[in-house]
């Protein structure tokens, strides 16, 4: 997409900022104080920051509808072979998880725009929104094969700050490829190239993040089918009467009695 539709992108996106009045007034003034040079690299710019949520994001449900369950199957059948699988999430119903989550990152990327300009946020809030992103996404694939609606539920609650904290994590991990556009207006020379390394990297860091998800949320159901296992076990009561008459008796006899035969 990038090698058939870059330059038309970047020629429709410029002319659409020099047709805004306020916009071109803008250039105008800056090609002034620092030369055109701006105006070259504003166009670009801006195709590119458009363009990483959405490769981000596509990264990030790939990997989860055609990765995530090849993993999960993996990490199951080397790890929790005896896990049974209960099946309590059809895939529409991940689908739809995946979707519902996706638009409100989005929406949420979308209100804290104007933060950004805030220096140091941009590399902090975004980080933050991939990461809850990945945290819902991976921890209900991860859980849809194997535990059922209601143990879903109940590991997803017990842990939802460990899971969080795995999720922002990889969110700064996923925010590492973007600083490949740091290095000045000659990665926007390659732009579309740079765009598929950055699918390569956020599709390894995703898929690392699928396996930590699925090794942590596959031991936190094992471990909860282990207490609910114990917890439903009745423990055997002994009758009083029987415990009086098997207790021994703590009394010497005494050697001056007689024993009589048959008493």
């Known amino acids: 997409m990038g090698y058939f539709f870059w330059t038309d992108a970047v020629t429709v996106v410029r002319a659409?900022?020099?047709?805004?009045?306020?916009?071109?007034a803008m250039l105008q003034w800056i090609d002034g104080a620092i030369g055109a040079s701006f105006r070259t690299v504003l166009a670009p710019l801006v195709v590119v920051a458009f363009a990483v949520p959405v490769v981000i994001v596509l990264s990030l449900l790939l990997v989860a509808l055609l990765a995530t369950?090849?993993?999960?199957?993996?990490?199951?059948?080397?790890r929790f072979a005896e896990l049974e699988r209960r099946h309590g999430a059809a895939p529409?119903?991940?689908l739809a998880w995946s979707l519902a989550y996706t638009l409100a990152a989005c929406l949420a990327l979308l209100l804290t725009m104007?933060?950004?300009l805030i220096p140091g946020v941009v590399f902090v809030l975004p980080p933050l929104i991939w990461g809850w992103l990945t945290a819902k996404v991976m921890s209900f694939d991860v859980l849809a094969d194997h535990a059922s609606?209601?143990?879903?539920r109940a590991v997803l609650k017990a842990h939802a700050w460990p899971l969080m904290v795995i999720g922002v994590t990889t969110g700064f991990l996923g925010a590492a490829p973007s600083v490949i556009w740091a290095f000045g207006a000659m990665t926007l020379?390659?732009?579309?190239?740079?765009?598929?390394?950055?699918?390569?990297?956020?599709?390894?860091?995703?898929?690392?993040s699928a396996?930590?998800?699925?090794?942590?949320?596959?031991?936190?159901?094992?471990?909860?089918?282990?207490?609910?296992a114990l917890a439903l076990v009745p423990v055997p009561s002994v009758p009083a009467a029987t415990t009086h008459a098997a207790a021994p008796s703590l009394t010497p006899p005494d050697p001056a009695t007689p024993t009589l035969p048959g008493v």
């Open 16 to 24: 659409t900022l020099e047709s805004w009045a306020l916009v071109d």
């Open 69 to 78: 369950p090849s993993i999960v199957s993996l990490v199951a059948q080397r």
């Open 92 to 94: 529409w119903r991940s």
């Open 114 to 116: 104007p933060l950004w």
């Open 149 to 152: 609606q209601e143990e879903r």
């Open 189 to 208: 020379v390659i732009a579309p190239l740079l765009l598929a390394v950055s699918v390569w990297l956020y599709t390894v860091v995703f898929m690392f």
């Open 211 to 228: 396996l930590w998800f699925a090794h942590y949320a596959l031991a936190a159901l094992a471990q909860f089918r282990q207490t609910a």
